[in-house]
Nanobody, 123 residues
Framework: QVQLVESGGGLVQAGDSLRLPCAAS????????MGWFRQAPGKEREFVAA????????AYPDSVKDRFNISRDNAKNTVYLQMNSLKLEDTAVYYC????????????????WGQGTQVTVSS
């Protein structure tokens, strides 16, 4: 069982950077693929990034590739989402999640979720 707690959200301006940590509890953190999803008002939750247990492999959709970076520190049971060059359309609630599927990118593949953290990008 893994419990996840996101933090680091807030109000930023377009072009700014923000880093979201997600702290995990549970001894098996380092066996899970970790992912980030986001949900904007009135929209479905969408995949943002994933990283394998080793941290070697990552995946991103085209919408955030080259701007976002996912990383993890298994010694600290923490996964990070570094967001650069933020755009208005990045405004959403960001969720951290854990999956037993290698480099999972679909919501149904994740069975542990955090409560989310709000990121608002203003012009």
């Amino acid at each position: 069982q893994v419990q996840l707690v996101e933090s680091g959200g807030g109000l930023v301006q377009a072009g700014d950077s923000l880093r979201l940590p997600c702290a995990a509890s549970g001894r098996t953190f380092n066996t899970y693929t970790m992912g980030w999803f986001r949900q904007a008002p009135g929209k479905e939750r969408e995949f943002v990034a994933a990283i394998t247990w080793s941290g070697v492999n990552t995946a991103y959709p085209d919408s955030v590739k080259d701007r976002f970076n996912i990383s993890r520190d298994n010694a600290k049971n923490t996964v990070y989402l570094q967001m650069n060059s933020l755009k208005l359309e990045d405004t959403a609630v960001y969720y951290c999640a854990a999956s037993e599927v290698i480099l999972a990118s679909y919501e149904y593949q994740y069975n542990h979720w955090g409560q989310g953290t709000q990121v608002t990008v203003s012009s």
